[in-house]
T-cell receptor, first 116, second 112 residues
């Protein structure tokens, strides 16, 4: 396992369509995060899983967004009824909770979404 | 409301010199800070971190300094190399690693 992978790398969709992205974290990592990044900004936190439990959701995550992590392995992020404002890079990261409290996250390459 | 600020959008440094990237935060509940480096078309890569109980952490050419009273941290790269040219993000976290907040980034250019 060489790192976090995300698929697809690029997605172009028409406004109103639904899209789903997949993230495969580093296999032993129990934490998984989704972020959104737009041009000139840092990643913005969307949601966080500890194993299969979704423990934190940003207010940025409207009801059109849903994320799952069945069985605590890969995760999916779905956007329903896409809008042009959803165009962004969607990043996934994973980390391993340690007793020492280090929080280093390992990021995937991202999925670039373009809504036309 | 930007909780993590990187006020310099860009920085240019001569190869071999020191690069200093700055970051300010407003939330005193943050207790862990990280720096990430990002190349185009790649996700951010973890570089170095520091806990709020420390004021300095060093890893090779990279040193992070934390001034809690000023709510300020900085990343020093010595000596700077052309391969260090990238966007650098400062991030802060609280609540046992559940809520990460990233700054907008500083683009570092190391000139040969």
């Amino acid at each position: 396992d060489t790192g976090v992978s995300q698929n697809p790398r690029h997605k172009i969709t028409k406004r109103g369509q639904n899209v789903t992205f997949r993230c495969d974290p580093i296999s032993e990592h129990n934490r998984l995060y989704w972020y959104r990044q737009t041009l000139g900004q840092g990643p913005e936190f969307l949601t966080y899983f500890q194993n299969e439990a979704q423990l934190e959701k940003s207010r940025l995550l409207s009801d059109r967004f849903s994320a799952e992590r069945p069985k605590g392995s890969f995760s999916t992020l779905e956007i329903q009824r896409t809008e042009q404002g959803d165009s962004a890079m969607y990043l996934c990261a994973s980390s391993l909770e340690t007793s020492g409290g280090s929080y280093e996250q390992y990021f995937g390459p991202g999925t670039r979404l373009t809504v036309t | 409301d930007q909780q993590v600020k990187q006020n310099s959008p860009s920085l240019s440094v001569q190869e071999g010199r020191i690069s200093i990237l700055n970051c300010d935060y407003t939330n005193s509940m943050f207790d862990y800070f990280l720096w990430y480096k990002k190349y185009p078309a790649e996700g951010p890569t973890f570089l170095i971190s520091i806990s709020s109980i420390k004021d300095k952490n060093e890893d090779g050419r990279f040193t992070v300094f934390l001034n809690k009273s000023a709510k300020h941290l900085s990343l020093h790269i010595v000596p700077s190399q052309p391969g260090d040219s990238a966007v650098y993000f400062c991030a802060a976290v609280n609540n046992y690693g559940q809520n990460f907040v990233f700054g907008p980034g500083t683009r570092l250019s190391v000139l040969p």
